[in-house]
């Protein structure tokens, strides 16, 4: 038998580097970061001028529509003196949006992160561009006519379709587009409330699906951008400011952890009532270009009695924080509210869930805040931190972000010492969750089609294993090796992409000079894994346990 040479080097057609030219590794920072980032930063200054374009589009709307005039001063539904006629305006503005959904693009329906996340599961993060002017258009609309939603969702949506857009017309990855859909996006919630770490939070919690310094920087950069474009154009208060809070008493943090428990609960059915709600709509026997119409009524109804229940509602979450509001508002803030909006979302209007999210949290943890002093009036709470904390709760309890709902809290308020009081609450309300419902408010509707979401963040194996600790010594026949090589300090996660792209089920390995030292293949790499993950799943009892239950076991046998 032929000895094989081993002292010889690889041939150039048979080196490594040819080989792993297609294969870029994930978190790698290299100057496409750099261009991505100056892209970002550039979308970022477009979509906070789009977020100033929304806010007074919908001021404007609602002028016109509440109080028949042409301007665009802040305003709301509250003030309105139309009487019985206020019903007629959420129809009137929801048949339009049926129309632009029917004869323009059906994707501005819903709240805009379900849809987000779709399509960056599903399409490559390609957003139609007729998007970024229809969603703006319609959530304006809706929302000037009295829906009861916040300018977030829409501006969420309408940033992550101009990213998708400028990502589609540049010559970059689907993972980079990822990236520029992810950044638009939350450079939009940066710009409306000038809170670019919770922004950065989001894209890693919901939009992102991982955390690498590849995808960060962009990202990050892009929600500075877009906080700076807040401080231009809207002002540098925090948008929900209110009167600073003391610092809790250890018997005040018991309290508020045990009001997260309970709004985490709350959360949950929230939640499913919003599906239960589209799942009566689909039952319908009319297309569903009527449904956002059908839903209006309820919002016309409730906002007939109860009108500050209509609109965007900024005011109302104002108003919880000062911990002043009467039991009567806070119970239609509460009640109302949540009758108003969930109707109006599941029946598919272009809408969002953050702010009456936390306006429906802000007033139930006020209302529990009210009953817990009267039972209890030395625990310590205060009904303003009360508010804080049942609106980051029912936030973080809804749609699983829980670092997006406290930075988002701190933000926003400016107030540090809710700090403990929101981790209490946010991590109760988060973990009760997952034991109420599969999936959240932000993935439930993917889920139903059958598209699963990551919702854990773990080491890649292969990406931190060299292939060093997995090769096989070369075999002692004459038969063919493969023409692709890796060298042994390369990670088993480029073997994986190099077997996929040239379709071979064993590589070479060769030492740092390209000698061929080894072999791997894709059994080895499965029975890596695999070995990985059962180590993970074994656990061990103490010592001190094993010596009881062989105790307990020898008992029971003697007494049989």
Not at 274 to 288: G, I, N, Q, S
């Amino acid at each position: 038998m032929k000895k094989r040479d081993e002292s010889i080097p690889l041939a150039p057609s048979m080196s490594p580097i040819q080989g792993k030219k297609q294969v870029q590794v994930p978190g790698m920072v290299d100057k496409r970061v750099f261009y991505l980032s100056i892209q970002a930063i550039i979308n970022a200054l477009v979509i906070g001028a789009i977020a100033k374009v929304l806010v007074y589009l919908i001021d404007l709307i609602t002028n016109i529509a509440f109080y028949g005039k042409f301007s665009f001063e802040g305003a709301g539904p509250a003030e309105n003196s139309l009487g019985i006629a206020v019903i007629a305006i959420p129809i009137v503005g929801s048949i339009i949006v049926g129309l632009l959904a029917k004869y323009g693009s059906a994707a501005i329906r819903g709240h805009g992160i379900p849809e987000a996340m779709e399509k960056i599961i599903l399409d490559e993060s390609k957003i139609p561009p007729l998007i970024t002017l229809l969603k703006p258009l319609s959530a304006a609309i809706s929302i000037g006519t009295g829906g009861p939603f916040g300018a977030e969702g829409p501006i969420i949506a309408t940033g992550g379709a101009f990213g998708s857009f400028t990502g589609q017309i540049m010559h970059i990855s689907a993972a980079e587009r990822k990236i520029m859909l992810s950044a638009g996006a939350c450079a939009g919630m940066a710009a409306i409330f000038g809170s670019p770490l919770a922004a950065v939070l989001l894209a890693i919690e919901l939009l992102l699906f991982e955390f690498s310094a590849r995808s960060i920087i962009p990202v990050a950069l892009a929600c500075i951008t877009g906080a700076g474009m807040h401080i231009l154009l809207f002002g540098h208060e925090p948008v929900f400011a209110m009167g600073a809070i003391t610092a809790p008493s250890d018997g005040a943090l018991i309290v508020y952890t045990a009001m997260g428990l309970f709004i985490g609960v709350v959360a949950a059915l929230v939640s499913k009532s919003v599906y239960a709600v589209e799942d009566l709509f689909e039952k319908l026997p009319v297309h569903w270009m009527w449904w956002p119409a059908i839903g209006a009524v309820a919002v016309g109804v409730v906002g007939y009695f109860a009108p500050y229940t209509m609109g965007v509602g900024y005011d109302n979450i104002q108003h919880l924080l000062s911990g002043h509001l009467p039991l009567a508002m806070l119970l239609s803030l509460c009640i109302l509210k949540y009758i108003s909006w969930v109707i109006s979302l599941g029946s598919g209007t272009s809408g969002g869930t953050l702010a009456p999210l936390f306006t429906i949290g802000g007033a139930l943890g006020a209302l529990t805040g009210m009953v817990v002093l009267k039972i209890f009036p030395a625990s310590g709470i205060t009904l303003a931190t009360a508010a804080l904390v049942g609106m980051a709760a029912m936030f973080a309890g809804a749609s699983r972000a829980l670092l997006t709902s406290i930075i988002f809290a701190l933000e926003t308020t400016g107030q540090p010492n809710g700090l403990l009081p929101l981790l209490c609450a946010c991590i109760a309300a988060y973990f009760v969750s997952f034991f109420l419902m599969k999936g959240s408010i932000m993935t439930e509707k993917i889920r139903r089609r059958g598209i699963s979401t990551p919702d854990t963040y773990e080491p890649d194996l292969l990406r931190y294993t060299t292939v060093k600790e997995v090769m096989e010594p070369l075999p002692e026949d004459d038969r063919a090796l493969s023409l692709y090589a890796v060298k042994e300090t390369d990670d088993l996660g480029t073997c994986l992409q190099l077997m996929g792209q040239h379709g071979v089920n064993e590589l070479m390995v060769t030492d740092e000079a390209d000698h061929p030292i080894g072999m791997i293949t894709s059994k080895d790499l499965i029975s890596f894994y695999s070995n990985q993950k059962s180590q993970e799943q074994q656990y061990e009892a103490p010592v001190g346990t094993k010596r009881l239950l062989v105790r307990t076991r020898k008992m029971i046998h003697y007494k049989r």
